[in-house]
Nanobody, 127 residues
Framework: HVQLVESGGGSVQAGGSLRLSCAASGFTFSTTCLAWFRQAPGKEREGVAAIYTGGGYTYYADSVKGRFTISRDNMKNTLYLQMNSLKPEDTAMYYC?????????????????????WGQGTQVTVS
């Protein structure tokens, strides 16, 4: 069965860095759309970054461009999110998602329901 297991969250001071990981299994990792979403208290979940694993194409929300980097290791079936220059407004639960829109077209604009699988989330707190 499909599993997405996030790790790497924690508490960090503003300006610091964290690296999130998402270990995936149960589906074809090498040609799919993967994404990181986040949800802050009282706010809707929003797409942060996405990657098409078949070609490495990446997409970012404007709020994280230049600070966050999404990547994947197709051999390890693992998705990453390197987060630098963190701000208090980055505080949220971060979710890994998989099997999004074909070739990640409009990856951060499609409804959440367009992503088939979701992890349980990992908390990031920036103070």
């Amino acid at each position: 069965h499909v599993q997405l297991v996030e790790s790497g969250g924690g508490s960090v001071q503003a300006g610091g860095s964290l690296r999130l990981s998402c270990a995936a299994s149960g589906f074809t990792f090498s040609t799919t759309c993967l994404a990181w979403f986040r949800q802050a208290p009282g706010k809707e979940r929003e797409g942060v970054a996405a990657i098409y694993t078949g070609g490495g194409y990446t997409y970012y929300a404007d709020s994280v461009k230049g600070r966050f980097t999404i990547s994947r290791d197709n051999m390890k079936n693992t998705l990453y999110l390197q987060m630098n220059s963190l701000k208090p407004e980055d505080t949220a639960m971060y979710y890994c998602s998989a099997e999004g829109p074909p070739y990640c077209l409009q990856a951060l604009r499609v409804p959440e329901s367009d992503y088939k699988y979701w992890g349980q989330g990992t908390q990031v707190t920036v103070s």
